[in-house]
């Protein structure tokens, strides 16, 4: 269904649309564990300016769906159970496989958006370029304290996220041309370890088509709360790195991505109270500069500071590690 199209949002003039605005699917994934944190985020899709048609479908992974939140408003919302790899991973490509849309979003159950974040992207997909992804700038909620995280840029290439995981462009932001995720860029991997940096991977794997596009501007409300599924799980971490390096080749052949990612390790050993092997990591990350900081912060962790103390006071500046 297509909504009455406000005077001041003129339809974008290029793409296979003429007079209108394409169609773009939600996908929320959930583990039913935060009712309220998603009734926020579908409250944040129902408010967006945007003209054209938006479907939601809310994917609950190894719980029941909850039939409440089905609605057949303008803003229609489904939901799904998953049906693929237990997980997030698998949760958000049940979503994307059941939702056939023009173009397809990501929304984490946790988060929320702006009301102008569909349509700034979609008129930056619709460009001539066409670009596979968008992606926007986020703020960062942490502990009552709100923080802009812009990235400066409105492009980011494969060398950029190589070397940075570029976490300003969170999967809460991330929009595809549903075409080119499925057919092209390929769905989110599933045999990553806990489904963490699968977003990392994703982007990497569309980056290496071409540039991806980046509104920035920050329309995505990212809660770093401390409940979050994956905020302190060091195992899961440590080897998800692992395989980001054995998947992505370019990571260990470049100094500085290299470092980057043995500086996150070393942190996540010292978290673990491993210090012969974190210290090992920090000799691995000291070497570039993107590793300096987190060896510094691991040193203290080793030392005997509170591995979540830390990582409290760099999201409170709304950063990770």
Known sequence: ??????????????????????????????????????RRALDSVAAQDYPGEVRVVVVHDRVEPDTGLVSDGPRPVDVAVNTRTPGLAGTRNTGILAI?????????????????KLT?????????DRPAMVTASMRVD????????????????????TRNIVATAHSSGMLFDRAALVERIGLVSEDIPGSQNEDWDVKLRAARLGPIAHVDEPLVVV?????????RSWDTKIASWDWMLAHHPE???????????HGQLAFAEAARGRRVAALRHVARAVV?????????VTLAVVAGARPDAVIDALHRRGRGL
Request: no cysteine; hydrophobic share 35%.
């Open 100 to 116: 056939g849309t023009d173009y397809v979003a990501f929304l984490d159950d946790d988060d929320h958006w702006l009301p102008g």
């Open 251 to 261: 990571i260990a052949r470049d100094r500085r991505a290299s470092a980057r990612v």
């Open 288 to 296: 570039g500069f993107q590793g300096a900081w987190r060896s510094v």
């Open 120 to 128: 700034a992207q979609v008129r930056r997909a619709t460009a001539e």
């Open 223 to 231: 809660d770093w709360n401390r409940t979050s599924h994956y905020a």
């Open 142 to 161: 942490f502990d009552g304290v709100s923080t802009p995280r812009l990235l400066g840029t409105d492009a980011i290439d494969h060398t950029m996220l």
């Open 1 to 38: 269904m297509t909504s009455q199209r406000p005077a001041a949002s003129p339809a974008p003039e290029v793409g296979p649309w003429p007079g209108s605005w394409p169609s773009v699917g939600v996908v929320v994934p959930t583990g039913g564990t935060r009712p309220h944190l998603l």
